[in-house]
């Protein structure tokens, strides 16, 4: 009589062994190699599905994981570096590059920083504090976007992805019309905005404001009742909020564990406080419960630009002081970039004091007090923190970026052991990394 591997089952006794036929030490001696052979898998760092350039390095026993190990470092730009090369000014240009997502995020918390470390922080002007919201709320659902278009791909749904694109254009030519870049603006600098928001822009983030709420109907509609997109999402990817606070995750994948923590409503800046809005939760923890609380974050970002637009009134969009207001009421020229001849022809028109003082501002920088200040502010992932230090100097002597996308990777591992391979894609997507903003 032939045996073939021998069944088994584990107990509180160790291995129990059904015995069917056959010579014992065969029996006991076989062994299946799909259950006792372990790959090591490279994800990455060139995987389409993982936000940027990461790389996991799986262990797998057939289609389970039994170890993750992530990878960071391939998109390394020296952004912290670079900005103690800089005046505290120019470093705006640089951290907007960090999340490429969420620049208007990462321009902010450099601005607050720099503006606690000078003490004007109270002395930021109404429009300036309503016009960062402005551009920080439409940023953020552009940001979401992103993030459903792109797990949406990565789980098999194709078309999602070309209609969140679709309306991130839209958004991206909001930008265009107020900073004149799409993306990477530096637009919010230490003491207000770099201009001001043209009429042009308020008539087109109106219309937005229409059009949005249709178009996250039809997204829910594709996915939300998708027998496929429930099952790659529910019970998927699970992290409970103790796991959350033990690994310092923050945003969208906190909220999805039920804790409504929110830096807008918790620790209020620029004026949130003064805005109505809900912090969505779930009480899922997996990739489902994040999918909703984005989904409802959109919706709660479009009444605080109708909100926004409401408080937008006439006033000036940059401190009044002369020694560190950076030139603001600019004009861009013909071509879309740089200052128009009749900007520079008013600056050179002036008295040759304040021309120097605007050479010397621009080419060297104000001073900034010595100290050192920690900035929370609430990005699209998370808690977005600034840590800036000042010698006193023209250039700050460090300054370093809490980034969640960095922070909130910690959690690949505990959310991908023991689950299957499959569920390392929507997991990991479920989380939002962008790696500019890890390897900075």
């Known amino acids: 009589m032939t045996a073939g591997y021998a069944t088994e089952r584990e107990t509180d006794e160790g291995k129990v062994f059904t015995v069917t036929g056959g010579d014992w030490d065969t029996v006991v001696g076989g062994t299946d190699p799909l259950t006792d052979e372990r ?46 090369y800089r005046n505290w000014v120019q470093g705006t240009t640089f951290v907007t590059r960090m999340d490429y997502l969420a620049p208007i995020f990462n321009e902010t918390a450099y601005s ?35 993030w459903l278009g792109t797990t949406g791909l990565e789980l098999g749904a194709i078309s999602i992805m070309l209609y969140c694109f679709r309306e991130r254009e ?21 003491g207000g905005v770099a201009q001001d928001v043209p009429d042009e822009a308020i008539a087109k983030i109106r219309e937005f404001l229409k059009v949005m709420p249709k178009r996250l109907k039809e997204y829910e509609d594709l996915l939300s009742g998708q027998p496929i997109w429930l099952e790659r999402t529910q019970n998927v990817a699970v992290l409970d909020v103790t ?54 974050e959109m919706r709660e970002s479009l009444k605080i630009i109708e909100q926004a637009l409401d408080r937008l009134k006439p006033g000036p969009i940059m401190v009044a002081d002369k020694k560190i207001a950076w030139p603001a009421q600019l ?31 621009v080419t060297e920088g104000f001073r900034v007090p010595p100290g050192q200040v920690y900035v929370g502010i609430e990005s699209p992932r998370g808690e977005l923190g600034v840590h800036a230090v000042s010698d006193g100097g023209t250039r700050p002597y460090r300054v370093h970026y809490r980034e969640p ?27 939002d990394p962008v790696m500019g903003g890890c390897d900075r």
């Open 39 to 84: 790959i090591i898998v490279n994800m990455g760092p060139q995987h389409p599905s993982t936000h940027g350039v990461l790389r996991l390095v799986l262990e797998l026993e057939g289609e389970t994981v039994r170890e993750a190990r992530t990878v960071v470092g391939y998109l390394h730009t020296g952004i912290e570096k670079n900005l103690e």
């Open 112 to 146: 607050l920083a720099v503006e606690k470390l000078l003490g004007i922080t109270d002395d930021i002007t109404e429009r300036a504090n309503t016009i960062r919201v402005l551009m920080m709320e439409l940023n953020r659902i552009s940001s979401h976007l992103i």
């Open 170 to 190: 839209y958004i991206l030519e909001i930008f265009e019309l107020v900073s004149g870049l799409r993306m990477n603006m530096a637009y919010v600098r230490p």
């Open 243 to 296: 796991g959350c606070l033990a690994l310092g995750v923050t945003g969208p994948v906190l909220r999805s564990a039920g804790l409504a923590w929110d830096l807008r409503k918790t620790m209020p800046y620029c004026g949130y406080e003064d805005y109505e809005f809900d912090v969505p939760t779930t009480p899922t923890a997996d990739v489902w419960g994040r999918y909703l609380v984005r989904m409802a």
């Open 331 to 361: 004009a861009i020229g013909v071509d879309g970039m740089g200052n128009s001849l009749e900007h520079v022809a008013k600056i050179m028109g002036q008295s040759m004091e304040s021309l120097i003082h605007h050479f010397k501002l």
């Open 405 to 431: 996308s960095f922070v909130n990777l910690q959690a690949i591992p505990a959310m991908a052991e023991g689950g299957l391979l499959a569920d390392v894609i929507a997991g990991g997507a479920s989380l």
